[in-house]
C-alpha cells in the first residue's frame, strides 16, 4: 500500500523529532508538497528563507525560539565556508554567556549586505 504525501511528511517530520534536530534547511526537506503540508499543519515554522523550526502544532514559536537560537545560528551560518563572531556578540559567548542576542555580530568571507531578521 502506498503511503500518502501527508504521511511520508509525517514520518520525516518524526523521525527527525526523535533525532534531537529541530531546526531544518531547505536541502533537508523531502519536497514542496510535504513541506506545504507541514507548514499547514503547524508542524513546521518558517524562520527565514530556506530555514524552518519543527515543532508541535500545538508549541508557541514564541516559547521554542529562544531554546533553538543557537541552533538556529548554526544552520544560518553553515551556508557560508568561513565566518566568526565580532565585536561583543564574540565576548559575550567566549565570557559563557549563550543567552540570546538581539543583534548578533558575524563576519564572513563573502561580500553581502544581507541582513537576517528572525523573529
Not at 70 to 79: E, F, G, M, N
Request: hydrophobic share 40%.
Amino acid at each position: 500500500m502506498k503511503k500518502s504525501i501527508k504521511n511520508n511528511a509525517l514520518e520525516w517530520w518524526a523521525e527527525k523529532i526523535k533525532s534531537g534536530d529541530h531546526v531544518a534547511s531547505f536541502s533537508e526537506i523531502p519536497g514542496q508538497r510535504q513541506r506545504e503540508i507541514l507548514v499547514r499543519e503547524k508542524f513546521l515554522y518558517p524562520i527565514i528563507k530556506g530555514i524552518w523550526i519543527l515543532k508541535r502544532p500545538e508549541d508557541d514559536i514564541e516559547d521554542i525560539f529562544p531554546l533553538l537560537y543557537w541552533h538556529l545560528i548554526k544552520k544560518i551560518l553553515s551556508r557560508y565556508s568561513h565566518w566568526s563572531l565580532r565585536g561583543r556578540s564574540a565576548l559575550l559567548v567566549l565570557d559563557g554567556d549563550l543567552s540570546m542576542q538581539k543583534h548578533l555580530l558575524v563576519r564572513i568571507n563573502t561580500k553581502t549586505t544581507r541582513k537576517y531578521r528572525c523573529f
